[in-house]
């Protein structure tokens, strides 16, 4: 994302990524599933949550679309 973006998301908080996004008027859909994907990992990390596998399941796929629709862009298609 930070090649895509032009943002410094490993340094930054889930909310500055997000505005980061916005001011890049990223698509809602794609701001919408960062949040998020985003969100859980913060939950994950600093709360100790622990999800379930099927929720594991789904966010790892949450993920790994937000990165395929980025990479998308820089080869010219997706957002």
Do not use: C, Y
């Not at 490993?10 to 960062?34: H, M, N, Y």
């Amino acid at each position: 994302m930070e090649k895509r973006f032009l943002i410094l998301a490993v340094e930054s908080t889930t909310d500055e990524i997000l505005k980061a996004l916005r001011a890049r008027e990223t698509p809602a859909g794609f701001l919408q599933s960062a949040r998020e994907t985003l969100e859980a990992a913060d939950l994950a990390k600093f709360a100790k949550w622990k999800p379930d596998p099927a929720e594991v399941i789904q966010l790892n796929k949450n993920a790994k679309t937000l990165i395929e629709l980025a990479a998308l862009r820089e080869a010219g298609h997706g957002i």
